[in-house]
């Protein structure tokens, strides 16, 4: 089945260093979407990508999709405190009915120092 | 709107024991799934349902069942809790592939099962 493959799994940084999390899928998928959990929450959905090649900005977070679209990118300029939490990425089944589930990777935890 | 609800927020079970949990959504959404959350493991998918009266298995199904009589609800049954069903459970729910498929969380039900 479908493998959604995260890494790294934690991350520490010092407050105003960049940071990235890199997902990798074993099949093609249509589309990719990230989320952010805050400690003690839930997933919260940040942005979807679905064309090859493209490049996503949501102010100091930039998002990739690779142009075989099986890896994707988040990378976080200059951490605040606010960032801490984990980043999960997710693409959805192929055909069918698994056109309703998301394969979620591991999830990378970010820890940002003060 | 309320978006997801889950209930309960915490459950203790004993080992054998049987309960549901609770999901319901309004947004009018298609699609609506169970995963459960467990430390350095992300986000496993248990079943999932593409509309009323269409339900599928995701990754880790054994011991629990579901059902989607309405749009509005998805309830998670554990037919008998076992220490290894202690996590955390989110229910989500999303519009269809083709309007988007952003994934609304719930807050989440913390299980233990002694």
């Known amino acids: 089945g479908q493998q959604v493959m995260q890494i790294p799994q934690y991350q520490h940084v010092q407050e105003g260093e960049d940071f990235t999390t890199y997902c990798n899928s074993s099949?093609?998928?249509?589309?990719i979407q990230w989320y952010k959990q805050r400690p003690g929450g839930h997933p919260v959905f940040l942005i979807q990508?679905?064309?090859?090649?493209e490049v996503k900005k949501q102010k100091r977070l930039t998002f990739q999709f690779g142009e075989a679209k099986k890896n994707s990118s988040l990378h976080i300029t200059a951490t605040q405190t606010t960032d801490v939490g984990t980043y999960f990425c997710?693409?959805?089944?192929?055909?069918?009915?698994?056109?309703?589930?998301?394969?979620f990777g591991q999830g990378t935890i970010l820890t940002v120092h003060p | 709107n309320a978006g997801v609800t889950q209930t309960p927020k915490f459950q203790v079970l004993k080992t054998g024991q049987s309960m549901t949990l609770q999901c319901a959504q309004d947004?009018?959404?298609?699609?609506m799934s169970w995963y459960r959350q467990d430390p350095g493991m992300g986000l496993r998918l248990i079943h999932y349902?593409?509309?009323?009266?269409?339900?599928d298995q995701g990754e880790v199904p054994n011991g629990y069942n579901v059902s989607r009589s309405t749009t509005e609800d998805f309830p998670l049954r554990l037919l008998s809790a076992a220490p290894s069903q202690t996590s955390v459970y989110f229910c989500?729910?999303?519009?269809?592939?083709?309007?988007?498929?952003?994934?609304?969380f719930g807050p989440g039900t913390r299980l233990t099962v002694l």
């Open positions: 349902s593409v509309g009323a009266g269409i339900t």
């Open positions: 990508l679905v064309k090859s090649g």
């Open positions: 997710a693409g959805p089944g192929a055909g069918g009915t698994s056109y309703g589930k998301l394969t």
């Open positions: 947004m009018n959404h298609e699609y």
């Open positions: 989500a729910s999303s519009y269809s592939r083709d309007r988007g498929h952003e994934q609304f």
């Open positions: 099949t093609t998928l249509s589309n």
